[in-house]
C-alpha cells in the first residue's frame, strides 16, 4: 500500500494505486479464497481512521472508482463498495465483520487473529449486529435470541412483598 503521510498530502494518484491494490486483491480473493482483500481494506480504514481522515478519503476513494458517495455510510462500506462488485449482503457481512474488528482491535494482534477467534467473517458480523441490536433494546426489556425483546423479570422477590399476598406462610 503506497506510505500515507497526511491527508493535505494525499494526491488523487495516491488514492488510485490504493483503489487498484484493493481491488487486485478482491480478485484474488475470489479465486483463492485468502482473506487478503478484507486485511488489506481493514489496514487502509486503520491508518486514514488513526489520520483522523477516513471518512473524506473513503468518500474521495468512492469518486475515483465512479461509486456513489452516500453521506451517512461508514468508511469500510464506503471502501468495499467501491472496490468490489459481490453481493449487497456479502458486502453488508463484511463490514460489520470489520467494524467489529475494529472495535477489538486493542485485543488482537491482527484481524486475522480477530477472525479465526470469534467464527470467521459470519462470527464476527453476528457479534457487530448483537452489539447494535443491545442499543435498540428499550428500558425493562430483554432481548432473547434474534430480535424478539421480552419484559425484565427480577431473579429475586423481596419477602416484604410475599408477605403482603400471603404467599409465603
Not at 493535505?8 to 485468502?34: F, I, M, P, V, Y
Request: hydrophobic fraction near 35%.
Amino acid at each position: 500500500m503506497p506510505p500515507i503521510a497526511n491527508s493535505a498530502g494525499t494526491s488523487d494518484e495516491t488514492l488510485q494505486a490504493a483503489l487498484s491494490l484493493l481491488t487486485k486483491q478482491k480478485r484474488r480473493w475470489c479465486k483463492t479464497g485468502s482473506k487478503r482483500y478484507l486485511t488489506t481494506v481493514f489496514n487502509f480504514y486503520s491508518e486514514w481512521k488513526n489520520v483522523g481522515d477516513a471518512r473524506s478519503v473513503a468518500n474521495r476513494i468512492a469518486r475515483l472508482a465512479g461509486s456513489s458517495v452516500q453521506p451517512d455510510r461508514h468508511p469500510i462500506r464506503t471502501i468495499i463498495d467501491a472496490t468490489s462488485s459481490a453481493d449487497r449482503k456479502s458486502k453488508s457481512r463484511w463490514t460489520q465483520a470489520l467494524r467489529y474488528a475494529w472495535r477489538q482491535r486493542s485485543k488482537w494482534q491482527d484481524l486475522t487473529m480477530c477472525l479465526q477467534a470469534n467464527g470467521g467473517i459470519a462470527g464476527c458480523a453476528d457479534k457487530w449486529a448483537d452489539i447494535q441490536a443491545e442499543k435498540r433494546t428499550p428500558v425493562g426489556f430483554v432481548r432473547i435470541g434474534g430480535e424478539d425483546r421480552f419484559l425484565k423479570i427480577p431473579f429475586f422477590v423481596g419477602i416484604e412483598l410475599l408477605d403482603q399476598h400471603g404467599d409465603w406462610r
